[in-house]
């Protein structure tokens, strides 16, 4: 058996997702998640074989748990299922170690082809992402440049974002000043919408 656990925050689809799993015969859904922080810790202690995960979530976005499930050396293998089809997200999973990549408009068939394919140490890319992911810049941002632009877009203010990620207000000034200079953007909005449409938030 396949055991899998899916992180979702949209309980409608995540339910949905489960149920689709289990109609699989070699599919054993382990757990569900609403963010990746709860997906995290859930992989602590059901050990499953894939991580089934959205790239949008609280907490902890499906990008940041693949990498935190690689710090912790989790031989969980990640498989991501979006809306976001962004060569930039792509280029980022690959980096963080997620060997599957999926549209959530694919076929019902195409998602379990793909957790059988990574389980068995292979790759699942989504074919347009894959020919995609070669166009485009490169992400110019740094980690903490991208954490504080991504609260920036969430409408915290800059003293919010310091007590969020435990920096001073003024160094989270200069991570926003330098992502804004980096996208040759005029403000902190437009560097959020800059570098959210291309995938590198």
């Known amino acids: 058996m396949i055991r899998v656990l899916i992180a979702e925050d949209q309980a409608l689809l995540l339910g949905a997702l489960a149920a689709l799993l289990r109609m699989e015969p070699d599919f054993e859904v382990v757990g569900m998640a ?34 935190a499930l690689a710090e912790a050396g989790s031989p969980a293998r990640v498989v991501i299922v979006t809306t ?22 694919a076929p019902d068939d195409a998602l379990a082809a793909a957790i059988r394919s990574v389980h068995a140490g292979g790759r699942a890319i989504a074919p347009e992402l894959a020919l995609e992911s070669w166009s485009g810049g490169e992400d110019p941002l740094s980690e903490r440049e991208r954490q504080v632009l991504r609260l920036a877009g969430e409408g915290k203010s800059s003293g919010e974002i310091a007590r969020l990620v435990f920096l001073s207000e003024g160094t989270v000034r200069n991570y926003l000043s330098e992502a804004i200079s980096k996208l040759n953007a005029g403000n902190r909005v437009e560097a959020f919408r800059l570098a959210r449409d291309a995938g590198w938030l």
């Open 84 to 105: 976001f089809a962004r060569a930039g997200y792509l280029r980022r999973a690959m980096s963080a170690g997620v060997r599957g990549y999926l549209l959530k408009d």
């Open 34 to 67: 609403r963010d990746g922080q709860q997906a995290l810790a859930l992989s602590g202690t059901l050990a499953p074989d894939i991580v089934l995960t959205d790239i949008e979530m609280p907490l902890m976005t499906g990008l940041e748990l693949a990498c």
